[in-house]
């Protein structure tokens, strides 16, 4: 039976869960703080965890992170009574395998844990003399709106240069499926496609991750291990959240990028790689330089060429395109059948504002299809907050033609607090302090 620890500070919903997967052949440990976890971790192997997001002593993310170093090949899977689709996006980018909101549906449980158990590593280590396997399905689904016809005009006029590229957009865009698309149009696209999230690795793992170590050069290297440079060579190596790296590490990338050449931690010879660059980042590169947060021979390097990577509320008229497709996916995943989204569903589609772009949109199909028993989506198997009523009735922020107006009018709502105003202009923190800068708004 499989072995999960389950880690919840709510001792009453905690033992109800336990009960629950026990019913359902499962061996469960529990943990009610992150230090009787790091003790139950340290005690025996588990196949998976099961992490609440706020603990007594931890934030959960941080020890789901800690959790995926010690262990990689340990499926993580966060429970979230806050219905905060940043916090998922975060989680799932700093490695977790799914998440669950709370109040939990049963169901659907059983089906995350299941589809995490059986699902490929995400972070095996990468063995001496292991080849990492070729980028497989091309998803990248062409849309017809100008922002996506654009997006595929330039991914087609860089894929076969060697140019590297620097691709910018918000979270959950599908940054990754833009650098896999490239790297499939590309000369290289029979070699190794390596892609590696900056942000979830540990600044001192760094140099070990990139360029590999030998045995015994620092305490845990019990065996020879290659790196993600040496991994990727003759091929594409994609470097997610680049933003992320220390400063400390941004000097080792740069050398290898400006000699081709890598020393795995321990050696003394240098190994030649060949391979392209591709990077992705959510924040202002550039302000990073003008703070010396990012180098700037650095970024030169990097931003050969750029690409943005548009979010969804750009392309209102893919919406239903991406639905369709994700549908398709889900109900293939889930062996089910639903033919499509009832005229309500679309229309709420239509008007909610997607902050976590693809990502949310791919996981709210994917969930609705789970809960869907009829041949149609209907609205009452989507989240909560497509129904949630404005902050001040009668009032309507929505961003039209006269966005600064708005946008000064919501800050005054909201006493100039900036994350309040962004939800009532249904928008992002992110794409309100870019609107900001725009208007020039202090």
Request: aromatic share 8%; net charge negative; hydrophobic share 40%.
């Amino acid at each position: 039976m499989p072995k999960i620890l389950l880690i919840e500070d709510d001792i009453s919903f905690c033992k109800l869960l336990e009960k629950f997967l026990i019913k359902n052949a499962y061996t469960v440990t529990t943990s009610f703080s992150a230090a009787e976890a790091r003790n139950a971790l340290k005690a025996e192997i588990f196949d998976l965890v099961l992490t609440d997001l706020r603990l007594p002593d931890e934030d959960g993310i941080s020890l789901m992170a800690e959790i995926k170093v010690a262990f990689p090949q340990t499926p993580v899977i966060l429970m979230t009574g806050y219905a905060d689709v940043n916090t998922a996006v975060k989680a799932i980018k700093n490695g977790a395998s799914d998440y669950i909101s709370k109040p939990i549906n049963p169901d659907e449980v059983l089906l995350v844990i299941t589809n995490a158990l059986h699902s490929p590593a995400v972070s095996a280590p990468i063995e001496k003399k292991q080849q990492p396997e070729a980028t497989s399905k091309d998803e990248f689904v062409k849309g017809i709106s100008k922002a996506s016809t654009t997006l595929a005009e330039h991914i087609k006029l860089v894929s076969p240069t060697d140019m590297s590229v620097l691709i910018i957009g918000e979270s959950g865009t599908g940054k990754e499926i833009v650098a896999k698309s490239i790297h499939q149009q590309s000369l290289r696209k029979g070699n190794s496609f390596i892609a590696v999230d900056c942000g979830a690795i540990p600044k001192e793992l760094a140099a070990s991750e990139f360029f590999g170590h030998l045995k015994g050069s620092f305490t845990g290297a019990i065996s020879d291990k290659i790196g993600y440079f040496e991994a990727a060579n003759g091929g594409t190596i994609f470097l997610d959240e680049i933003g992320n790296l220390s400063y400390e590490n941004q000097i080792q990338l740069l050398r290898a990028l400006q000699e081709r050449k890598i020393k795995p931690v321990g050696s003394n010879k240098e190994i030649k790689v060949d391979i392209r660059i591709l990077t992705a980042t959510n924040d202002d590169l550039r302000e990073a330089v003008k703070n010396g947060d990012f180098r700037e021979d650095l970024y030169h390097r990097i931003n050969e060429f750029s690409i943005h990577s548009p979010a969804l509320s750009e392309r209102g008229e893919d919406l239903m395109l991406f639905a369709e497709f994700f549908l398709e996916k889900a109900n293939e995943q889930l062996n089910k059948e639903v033919i499509g989204f009832s005229p309500e569903v679309m229309m709420i589609f239509q008007k909610y504002p997607w902050p976590g772009n693809l990502r949310e949109l791919q996981n709210c199909v994917k969930r609705a299809t789970l809960l869907t028993q009829t041949d149609f989506i209907e609205s009452n198997v989507l989240p909560a907050e497509f129904f949630q009523k404005e902050l001040h009735a009668g009032s309507d922020f929505s961003l039209s033609v006269n966005e600064k107006e708005t946008i000064l009018n919501a800050l005054a709502r909201t006493q100039n607090n900036k994350s309040e105003a962004a939800k009532l202009l249904k928008i992002t923190r992110k794409t309100l302090y870019n609107k900001l800068k725009l208007y020039n708004i202090n």
